[in-house]
């Protein structure tokens, strides 16, 4: 089925439009998407650098399934590029070797020298126009995503090759030009002054640009330029640094006046609840299968919540067993993590019946009503829906704690004072309170959460990116127990391996399938048996 021509016209209407949105015409039929047939000169045409400004939008059709799978993508590279930039010093080898590794995963483009770039680039440039989409709508949505691209991009133009650099500028519409020779020589002394750990040696083999005052400010509040004349004198080590506030200030530019045309887009109602999702969207695993159910049992969760368990569950532990009671919005955060971590249906309702009855609730009462909601989340009652375990994203992006609830992200939700004291409680080092704290401060909520996880593990790097709460159990269990451990989920990679074309297709659809699902019924009915 094609779109019906009033709504065609209506999207190639936005396509048109002078402003840097992105609008693909969509093709829901069972039929071939239409490729670009070039040939290799072409192709290198279209895409003649690793990196770009995305000054173009794509225009190509393209279908919803793949529409979806890039976007996806998308999102886990700029969500690796955050967790990298705050676990490691941008720039340094560990920092790219690590981003080139994730980079490479999810076959996006990088480098200029590799063969047959072109679909990488092609996926790298559709990729980010869809994300526009979804990350125009608010102004924390515009500030993440400009900030994690920002961070792509450098990592880019530093392995660009120095011949490289010139025709990049060029593309990009910077008009900034390197000097010659006689020109660098005539300043070579006031260069080398002006520019911190720069020598005499090294500018010899260092292209210089001569950049207009105005778009050195940076450099020159830093005192970390040459002026001459109204120009900046810069060297190819630190021209990135203007670059990026070029690139910053168009893709401003163009998330302001993509919001501005969203209404076109979202006009499809097919396409609206996907983009609203991709914004919030845990791209990892959803912890639904119980493949463990049973492998743990009510006498282990009080231990198991001091070793393993995270600070948002550990908390409403605690709090489940001195007042005997949590609201609906902790019931169901904790109730589905422990779901999720392998406890039957049998062993919910055990639990907590047990704890309820200790707070002084007729067991009749309890029978009447609580279970009930139990069974509903394990999928037994209502819709017959197999209600999957919080992620962190929906944990600090819904349904905040308000008085008297215990849900939530402790990074996200709680005082900086009242945290500290939690973590002193937790035996964490002042200085790794205070690391923690740095990383609260910045915004880095589940990154704050990961190095929590490294400290109470006695470990440097833990070697995964945290999405999820039950992820946190499950790895902390991997770790205690020697690699043996009730967890089987999650050793299966994120990003599964490369599949013949046709079996990619099915599990693209089934993902779609999934997804709308989940959009539909969304907690639909689950939150209204959770309620008091």
Known sequence: MKFPATREKRLSSVVSAPIPVLV????????KRRKLRLAGDQRNACYPHSLQFYLQPPSENISLIEFENLAIDRLKLLKSVENLGVSYVKGTEQYQSKLEAEIRKLKFSYRENLEDE???????HISHFILRLAYCQSEDLRRWFIQQEMDLLRFRFNILPKDKVQNFLKDSHLHFVAINDEEKSLREKEIVASSPNLTVSMLESESVYKIPFADALDLFRGRKVYLEDGFAYVPLRDIVAIILNEFRATLSKALALTARSLPAVQSDERLQPLLNHLSHSYTGQDYSTQGNAGKI?????????????????RQLHKALRETHHLRHGGRMQYGLFLKGIGLT???????WKQEFIKGKMDPDKFDRGYSYNIRHSFGKEGKRTDYTPFSCLKIILTNPPGQGDYH????????????????????????????ILDLVKGTHYQ?????????????????????????FFFESQRILNGGKDIKKESIQPETPQPKPSA???????SALASLNASLEMDLEGLEDHFSD
């Open 408 to 435: 939530g992200c402790p990074f996200r939700h709680s005082d900086p004072e009242l945290l500290k004291q939690k973590l002193q409680s937790y035996k964490i080092s002042a200085g790794g309170i205070n690391q």
């Open 118 to 124: 072109y679909e990488p680039r092609r996926r790298d």
């Open 447 to 471: 990154v704050a959460c990961q190095k929590y996880f490294e400290m109470i593990h006695n470990v440097d790097d833990c070697g995964f990116s945290l999405n999820h709460p039950n992820q």
């Open 503 to 509: 079996q990619k297709a099915k599990d693209a659809s």
């Open 345 to 351: 249906l049998e062993q919910a309702l055990q639990f």
């Open 297 to 313: 049992s009510l006498e282990q969760i009080d231990s198991l919540s001091t070793k393993s368990f995270p600070p948002c569950m």
């Open 24 to 31: 693909i015409k969509m093709q829901f039929s069972g039929g």
